[in-house]
């Protein structure tokens, strides 16, 4: 029996089924404008009351074209709408108007809140204002969140579910996301990028963790949306000088008018002579002889990274959209290694090492997206063009000498070149106020090309690898969504075919691999009180190895530590339930989720000892399968006068089995962040703590904390902001690594820079557009924007 065809057909069969049914409720539909400029305005909130008990018995939200529309059921009502910017528009429902149960109140035009300055500073706000919106939360963020942020990577960290490790590095529940700047991919992913460019810049920040099929995406997104809402010219500078040496700086400015809008960026970052440190140690027996050896490394890295982006977007009409972006990154990252590794057997031995190597990235991507909405306004089309280039270098010299041996020399040169094309259509049908259903496809071409030498003074080997690969993915997807009784209900499913090619230049060898995975989706979301979320979700995933995990050349310039890939891998799939609770108060807010995640064929690297030549061998393998258990918990609290205190905490515990493997793991990461809010200062004190964790059968990895202390004030008369950053890993920012194998035990030990002091300024200008004056009294609805 195949069940994928059989689950496919009654999805199907259901979703037609929802389509053709008919819906006896009357239905109002309109468009919210700007009165001043004749803009559309996004979330405006759309109320039908019940005049005789004074209640809101139906609700919606206007759409990023200033379009809405409501089902309610004859009766005594009005419909209010308003935002929190704007005043409030109320009016009666005339059911003499309505045509075959349907009125169109065509453009509603709202007037701007008229602000009124005093002399005293008295600023009633939230610093977050929390939106649970289908499938996603939304984090309207204040000034004194930005403030004491500085950048954007620091105000991520504050955003639950969200960490951001002392790199910058970003994941949302444990996972790297998709980052997205106005809902178009960014390479803003890349953690250099977002420690680069200031916070101010942001508005609101949209957390999708299990993004709907329509969304053709399988990782989490951080959608960050830029404050686009004054008109004319606006823009932004930030500077920043660093200990240990490090200068960085950004710059961005958006132009708004009334059909066209658009933002750049620009970032560097130069550090200079960063040290570190690493030891390592591996204890091998073989015929009850113990062999150990200890390698000590003093490393010292200078890096250049620069970022740019230029995103467009142009509305001819009220029908239609036409936007897109350009994004490049580029870095330079150069490492020197000095070291000593002494062996410890029947003879003793010494030997110094040199290590230089040289990185080089640079990446540019653009995107081009048309929507269209037809004259039923029910129904929208969306094609969406998206290609990126990627070209890696890495060059490596490494240099061995002993007293026995004289002096041994390894060179090493690695280049990656790709092509990713992707092509995503589908039309949506809008069913009611709720409801669509999405049927759409997607094609995915990925060529890389990777050129590898190397040469040792060991028998004078020297090797050339050349490898084309190729992975054409064909995906349709359909998806369904509605709401019945205060319950949000979302249906979906993707189909992928995965074809993939290698291809050895040099002998004409090659490897295929064909695959096609049924990826099923459900979501159940339930609304109760004012505030208060429950959710229950199940989604597949499918994770493909790329050229690094499946090429099998080995260009190690240290012989005795050795990474290979394999050809014969196979996709890794996963199965996820999660479970979601939130809940927010006047003054704060819960989130906590219980997830359990089903693995097969798990892709990881398995490191083995060769006691025939005296090496350790990586190569990635499909060990087996898993069952994991995680809680991902977020407390904020929001204080009116002076404090916010966010506390996280991410954990999950799983066992891996298949083959001679059956073994635990464990993580744990926790965090306390508070923001006091003086007469003239932000203050941030936060910790970091990780306990001993065990990443996978074979590796450990030591507790590790650290403290980060920030200060911030408004300078340049309110248009600037000056920030001072301290993050001190006290605990030596120890990572401690072990490796248990069947024949050896290895243990390294990285320690990277103490201590890290960063002074940034921030300025803000605006030409034909005028910022707010946040010393004189403003009292806003919801945030300060």
């Known amino acids: 029996m195949d069940y994928k065809k059989i689950f496919f057909f009654s999805l199907f069969f259901l979703c037609v089924t929802i389509m053709s049914s008919q819906d006896n409720k009357y239905e109002i539909i309109g468009k919210v404008i700007d009165v001043n400029n004749n803009t559309s305005i996004e979330g405006a909130n759309i109320f039908i009351i019940n005049l005789k008990k004074n209640l809101v018995v139906h609700k919606t939200k206007s759409d990023s074209a200033g379009n809405f529309q409501i089902s309610l059921d004859k009766g005594n009502y009005n419909i209010s709408i308003g935002h929190v910017d704007y005043e409030v528009t109320l009016m009666p429902i005339d059911f003499s108007k309505f045509k075959n149960n349907s009125l169109n109140l065509n453009d509603i035009f709202l007037e701007p809140i008229k602000i009124n300055e005093l002399d005293e500073v008295v600023i009633v706000s939230k610093d977050f204002r929390i939106e649970n919106r289908n499938n996603k939360r939304i984090y309207h963020i204040g000034n004194t969140l930005k403030d004491v942020a500085g950048s954007m990577s620091n105000l991520l960290s504050y955003i639950p579910s969200v960490s951001v490790d002392i790199d910058g590095t970003v994941q949302l529940r444990g996972k790297e996301p998709i980052v997205q700047i106005n809902g178009r991919n960014s390479n803003l992913s890349k953690s250099e990028a977002l420690q680069m460019l200031p916070s101010d810049m942001i508005k609101r920040i949209e957390v999708i963790t299990r993004p709907s099929v329509k969304e053709g995406e399988t990782e989490p997104i951080i959608n960050i949306i830029t404050d686009r809402k004054r008109r004319g010219t606006i823009g932004g500078v930030n500077f920043a000088i660093g200990l240990p040496s490090t200068i960085k700086g950004g710059l961005h400015l958006a132009l708004n008018k009334e059909k066209i809008n658009g933002y750049g960026l620009y970032g560097i970052n130069n550090q200079n002579n960063i040290p570190s440190s690493k030891e390592e140690s591996i204890r091998t027996v073989d015929n009850n002889v113990e062999t150990v050896e200890t390698e000590t490394n003093d490393n010292n890295t200078s890096s250049t990274n620069q970022f740019g982006e230029l995103q467009y977007e142009y509305v001819p009409n009220d029908k239609s959209e036409l936007a897109g972006n350009v994004s490049v990154f580029n870095s ?14 029947e003879n003793f031995e010494q030997i110094d090492q040199l290590n230089d190597t040289e990185n080089k990235l640079f990446s540019i991507s653009t995107e081009t997206e048309f929507e269209h909405q037809f004259n039923s306004e029910k129904e929208q089309l969306k094609i969406e063009l998206e290609y990126e280039f990627e070209s890696r270098k890495n060059s490596e010299m490494f240099l061995e000498s002993s007293l026995s041996d004289g002096d041994l020399n390894t060179n090493s040169f690695d280049r990656l070149r790709s092509n990713e094309i992707e092509l995503k259509t589908r039309y949506d049908w809008t069913l009611n106020n709720e409801g669509y259903f999405s049927l759409g496809y997607r094609f995915d071409l990925s060529t890389l090309n990777q050129e590898q030498f190397f040469s040792s003074d060991v028998n004078n080997i020297s090797a050339e690898n050349n490898i084309d690969f190729t992975q054409t993915d064909n995906t349709i997807y359909a998806d369904y969504s509605n709401v019945y009784k205060k319950i949000y209900y979302n249906i979906g499913f993707r189909f992928v075919n995965t074809e993939r090619k290698l291809i050895d230049e040099d002998t004409n060898e090659s490897s295929k691999k064909s695959f096609s995975n049924l990826l099923p989706q459900i979501n159940l979301e339930y609304e109760y ?18 050229l690094n995990y499946l090429n099998s050349f ?6 005795q530590r050795i990474r290979v890939g394999n050809s014969e891998l196979k996709p890794q799939s996963s199965q996820t339930i999660e479970l979601e609770l939130f809940n927010e108060f006047e003054n704060s807010s819960i989130s906590t989720t219980f997830s359990t995640n089903f693995v097969k064929d798990i892709i990881q ?25 995680g809680i991902d918990f977020s407390y904020s609290l929001n204080s009116p006068k002076w404090l916010n205190t966010i506390v996280k905490l991410n954990g999950r515990y799983g066992n891996i089995s298949g083959g001679t493997i059956d073994d635990d793991f464990y993580r744990l990461n926790s965090s306390i962040t508070n923001i006091v809010r003086l007469k003239s200062y932000k203050l941030e004190l ?5 306990p001993k964790n065990k990443i996978n059968f074979q590796t450990f990895q030591s507790s590790n904390q650290y403290f980060k202390l920030g200060l911030s004030r408004r300078v340049l008369k ?12 006290f605990n030596s920012a120890r990572i401690i690594q072990n490796i248990d194998g069947q024949n050896f035990d290895y243990r390294s030990v990285i320690r990277p820079n103490q201590r890290r002091v960063f002074l940034s300024l921030f300025w803000r200008f605006s030409v034909k557009s005028r910022f707010r ?4 009294q403003v009292k806003e609805k919801g945030i300060l924007q």
């Open 332 to 345: 330079n990252n150069m490492l020197s290694i000095k070291g000593e590794r002494n062996m410890f057997s």
């Open 529 to 546: 009180g004012d505030s208060n979320e429950i959710s229950l979700n199940y989604y597949s995933l499918l994770r493909q190895p790329r």
């Open 605 to 629: 690297n398995v490191s083995v000892f060769d006691t025939e030549n005296n090496i350790t061998v990586t190569r990635p393998e499909n060990i087996g399968k898993s069952t994991t258990f």
């Open 718 to 729: 309110n248009r600037g902001n000056l920030v001072l950053s301290v993050l001190d890993p």
């Open 554 to 559: 080995n260009t190690s310039v240290d012989l």
């Open 686 to 690: 936060s910790w970091f703590f990780s």
């Open 773 to 776: 004056n946040t010393d004189k």
